[in-house]
């Protein structure tokens, strides 16, 4: 008897149904999911259609969608979250539209200031960079510090200088010089504000009520301004999370201040067990409320969806504490949301499918 099971048992192992099942059973685990998403923006703040050409509006996007395209081709391909993420992102540091890379804005001392970060939500690595001045696409930078450092972050000359021993991209000071920027930084300084990106107000003027004071009350900070930091969101097709933001922070900013964008789960965030976050708005809230993490905290613990956790956060946290600003979220699953408690947000998503949406105002759906 024990020898026929043995020869049932062997003639069941080469069995090709039998290995067919094992084969089946393999390439399950292995085999690339379809559900692969990415969702970007460009910042959030007081956007108004009656304030924009249409030529203008238009330009943004069209630069939306060829960084929503970037990452996109990178994720249909099987290419991996992070490359998306980076991808999507260096095509708005690329872009003057934006306060990030060519785009940043000048600080006080006349120079610009950037900064950036990137987490992956697979292994819950992460890197940044602050206050470089080098680095032509800073989330390169931050990347860089992830994979190529033991630490998180790094700043200032230091972190510059890393960035041209791993072989990064490095540009003279002036290749961050734009015209307009240049422009508002000295109708700014002349009144020794500091403004939290460009104002739709292409005056440069500034209501005494829309004014904040800060610290010991010496330097007003404007309040319904645009926040034209950039940020991306990506899921592949192995289910992998990773989210990263590129800034160049406040114009006029003195005393090498730091926002949000990068510090990791303030302005950026991403975990495979709960979502991916990029922030965008008044970096000062976004740190002391530890808006990215927080979305994802409320996910795992008190289990709400992405769109309950994230407009928790900006619709009612945020907004009763007078802070402005949006993010951009998406779970594992692929569900995105793109909540803001100002009048617009650039932002857009392409799913799966290859169906892209891109909105500016408030009005967008």
Avoid at 155 to 176: C, H, N, R, T, V
Avoid at 328 to 348: E, H, L, S, V, W
């Amino acid at each position: 008897m024990k020898t026929l099971h043995t020869i049932l048992a062997v003639g069941l192992f080469f069995s090709p149904l039998w290995r067919e099942g094992i084969g089946n059973e393999a390439s399950a685990q292995t085999k690339p999911m379809e559900n692969f998403a990415i969702v970007i923006h460009g910042g959030a703040g007081t956007i108004l259609k009656d304030s924009m050409s249409p030529a203008l509006e238009q330009q943004y996007k069209d630069k939306l969608n060829e960084a929503l395209k970037s990452g996109y081709n990178i994720l249909a391909k099987g290419g991996t979250s992070m490359d998306a993420v980076v991808a999507a992102i260096k095509v708005m540091e690329d872009s003057p539209l934006f306060n990030a890379g060519k785009g940043a804005v000048f600080a006080n001392d006349g120079t610009n200031s950037m900064d950036a970060s990137i987490m992956d939500g697979k292994t819950i690595k992460a890197g940044a960079v602050a206050g470089v001045h080098t680095i032509r696409n800073p989330i390169e930078g931050a990347r860089a510090v992830m994979e190529k450092s033991k630490h998180v972050m790094l700043s200032g000359d230091g972190a510059d200088k890393f960035a041209k021993e791993q072989g990064l991209k490095i540009e003279d000071p002036k290749y961050f010089f734009d015209e307009k920027r240049w422009k508002q930084f000295h109708e700014i300084k002349k009144k020794d504000e500091i403004k939290l990106d460009h104002s739709s107000d292409t005056s440069g003027s500034i209501n005494p009520l829309d004014v904040e004071f800060l610290g010991d009350g010496s330097i007003p900070l404007t309040t319904g301004d645009k926040f034209g930091t950039v940020g991306c969101v990506a899921l592949d097709k192995y289910g992998n999370l990773a989210a990263g933001t590129s800034t160049g922070g406040m114009t006029n900013k003195k005393w090498d201040r730091v926002g949000d964008s990068p510090i990791i789960g303030a302005g950026t965030y991403a975990n495979n067990k709960t979502c991916g976050v990029s922030c965008t708005g008044h970096g000062e809230y976004f740190i002391r409320n530890v808006v990215a993490y927080d979305v994802a905290a409320l996910m795992e613990y008190k289990e709400l969806s992405v769109e309950q956790a994230a407009n928790e956060v900006i619709m009612k946290k945020l907004k009763a504490q007078g802070a402005e600003g949006g993010l951009i979220a998406m779970d594992a699953k692929g569900n995105i949301t793109m909540p803001f408690n100002t009048p617009g947000m650039y932002r857009g998503y392409t799913k799966q499918d290859g169906k892209t949406w891109i909105g500016i105002y408030g009005s967008d759906k």
